[in-house]
């Protein structure tokens, strides 16, 4: 017989039932952290990441376009996104300044953290130091973006979780096609630059890697430093005007997001006719910019320095 209790008995039963599955799902999410989405730092490997991942995960590229890996920021919006990514990719190597505490936070809280450059062969700085601090700008060598490439392949599918493998694997084995064609193009454009006209000398220490692989020497930098956030003195602008002048530099590189007042001026105590060409040294341009890509940026480079040296 049925009684009357039986209906809530089965209530009771459904709602434990189910009481018991949220759980379940609650427990797994903290287990997982909740976490979700790939986040990257600068927007030069934020370029590289979408490249690899596409629209498998959400990539979220915390640096603007024209902005100063050195100096940039993040909001409080994206400060918890950083806590809440499945992976967060950064440069390294003292490069994003104004996020280096972001980063540190994130990792403390146990997410995984990638730091490209670690992965990509660093190198110290060309010139000007007298320790062995690593140089970040490690992505003007592309012979060294093609290590990042694998890093952050490996990354994104150790830990995104139900990310498409095999896809990620397709499209990074793609990217790393073409940052190979780059490489060799590279080449081809700067042998057409005389070795004795080979002299690099920007605003700052940003071209080393660039120097190392395609047989460059770097006189110096109007800013001593590897970071925009430094200044030089007097001192520093006579000796790298000497510098110029004994090595017949008629050509200086500036980044082209920031003045190029102090390029200028350090022209003018050569005593020499100095150009001053723009580069696309550390940040990407927006769509409708001269390099809102990677790959774009590197020729773009390639075809200004070329430009501005072989004659």
């Known amino acids: 017989m049925v009684t009357a209790a039986a209906p809530a008995r089965r209530v009771v039963a459904v709602l434990a039932a189910l009481w018991l599955a949220v759980s379940a799902a609650g427990c797994s999410a903290l287990d997982s952290g909740g976490r979700s989405g790939v986040v990257v730092t600068t927007n030069i490997l934020g370029d590289i990441t979408r490249a690899i991942v596409g629209d498998r995960a959400e990539v979220t590229v915390l ?22 990514a499945a992976l967060l990719i950064h440069n390294g190597l003292g490069l994003e300044e104004g996020v280096a505490r972001n980063v540190r936070a994130a990792a403390d809280q146990g997410v995984p953290t990638l730091a490209a450059g670690e992965k990509a062969d660093p190198i110290p700085f060309a010139e000007g130091r007298t320790e ?26 150790e830990h995104v ?18 940052v190979e064609d780059l490489d060799g193009w590279m080449r081809a454009e700067f042998e057409k630059i005389p070795p004795e006209r080979r002299n690099l ?12 692989r395609y047989g460059f020497e770097v006189i110096g930098a109007v800013i001593p430093s590897g970071t925009t956030l430094a200044s030089p003195s007097g001192s520093d602008l006579e000796s790298l005007a000497t510098a110029v002048r004994e090595a017949d530099v008629r050509t200086v590189f500036a980044d082209s997001s920031q003045p190029d007042r102090l390029a200028r001026v350090m022209a003018r105590e050569t005593g020499l006719d100095i150009r001053v060409v723009p580069l696309y040294s550390e940040s990407l ?19 200004a320095i070329t430009g501005g040296l072989a004659r």
Request: proline share 6%; no cysteine; glycine share 6%.
């Open 132 to 157: 062995a601090e690593p140089d970040p700008h490690f992505w003007t060598d592309p012979v060294r973006v093609l290590k990042a490439v694998d890093a952050i392949t490996a990354q994104v599918v």
């Open 285 to 303: 341009t927006a769509a409708d910019g001269g390099a809102p890509t990677y790959l774009r940026m590197m020729r773009a480079n390639t075809e």
């Open 201 to 212: 000398v920007t605003n700052h220490h940003v071209f080393g890697y660039l120097a190392q």
């Open 161 to 178: 979780d139900g990310i498409d493998e095999a896809g990620v694997r397709a499209a990074a084995a793609a990217y790393r096609e073409r």
């Open 63 to 84: 640096m603007k376009p024209d902005a100063d890996p050195h100096s940039f920021g993040v909001s409080a919006r994206d400060a918890a996104r950083i806590e809440n």
